[in-house]
């Protein structure tokens, strides 16, 4: 049974988990995931993703059930490390992610949201990772992530209360970019990738190696192959193209218009 949904137009892929009532990821789900995200980053037409979830749930976290089977210090390890590897990829993909949350985003739900570059939610979306009330940590990066992202303070109290937040704290606490009502998020999803697929591929590359880069190193190195990245761009056909227009007062065409 595929638990996610995957259509590809206008040069963006659309994943939808889809695994009733909640969503929950499985092993299953994990290793479909995989086999998309090798299909969506060998795609050359492909220049942008947005994944979501199907009815209420963007993501419910892990599969309940096959967390009670992680009996050994192994079994869970390798569980971790499967999910970890698996969020890295997204993480570091070379085509921007955005996170269409379209309701309840928990445990490895959250952690998969965090791995995308942009998170858009949901008015009536919430957030949580609860882990701490199964006596276990989050597995997929959460505890990293979410430090990242929100600051350590922030993260800390979310981790070790295991307490959920709305949407309008999410976008508070900087864990979402926007929120807006239910019947706009898809639109809205569909217009921030529309304005990234209208640039040139090079540059929206560039800039997603360069910050998602910059986040392990000092910022001296970060600011070294800022410089580094720019100078190449300066290279690129899709630079003298989007200039020209600029000075000539018109839009680029940095792809082709679809039939």
């Known amino acids: 049974m595929l638990h996610q949904l995957l259509t590809i137009s206008h040069h963006v892929a659309r994943i939808t988990l889809h695994n009733p009532p909640a969503n929950v990821i499985n092993m299953s789900l994990l290793k479909?995931?995989?086999?998309?995200?090798?299909?969506?980053?060998?795609?050359?037409?492909?220049?942008?993703?947005?994944?979501?979830?199907?009815?209420?749930f963007f993501c419910a976290g892990a599969d309940i059930h096959e967390l009670t089977r992680l009996n050994t210090v192994h079994a869970g390890t390798e569980f971790a490390l499967?999910?970890?590897?698996?969020?890295?990829?997204?993480?570091?993909?070379?085509?921007?992610?955005?996170?269409?949350?379209?309701?309840?985003c928990v445990g490895g739900g959250l952690e998969l949201a965090l791995a995308c570059h942009i998170r858009l939610a949901a008015e009536h979306a919430t957030f949580a990772l609860p882990e701490i009330r199964l006596g276990l940590i989050p597995g997929f990066g959460g505890t990293q992530r979410l430090s990242r992202v929100v600051g350590a303070s922030k993260a800390a109290e979310m981790i070790l209360t295991g307490e959920t937040i709305a949407a309008g704290d999410a976008l508070a606490i900087g864990l979402v970019s926007r929120v807006v009502?239910?019947?706009?998020?898809?639109?809205?999803?569909?217009?921030?990738?529309?304005?990234?697929?209208?640039?040139?591929?090079?540059?929206?590359e560039a800039a997603l190696h360069a910050i998602r880069g910059g986040l392990d190193i000092p910022l001296s190195e970060g600011l070294a192959r800022e410089a580094e990245l720019f100078g190449a761009l300066c290279t690129t056909a899709e630079k003298q193209k989007a200039l020209r227009a600029f000075v000539e007062k018109?839009?680029?065409?940095?792809?082709?218009?679809?039939?």
């Open 32 to 56: 479909e995931l995989d086999g998309v995200l090798n299909e969506v980053e060998q795609d050359d037409y492909v220049r942008a993703m947005i994944i979501t979830g199907s009815g209420r």
């Open 82 to 104: 499967q999910g970890q590897a698996l969020l890295n990829r997204f993480e570091r993909c070379n085509k921007p992610i955005v996170a269409a949350i379209n309701g309840t």
């Open 181 to 204: 009502s239910s019947h706009e998020l898809y639109a809205q999803s569909e217009t921030t990738v529309a304005l990234m697929t209208a640039c040139g591929a090079p540059a929206v």
């Open 250 to 259: 018109r839009r680029p065409r940095m792809v082709e218009t679809e039939v």
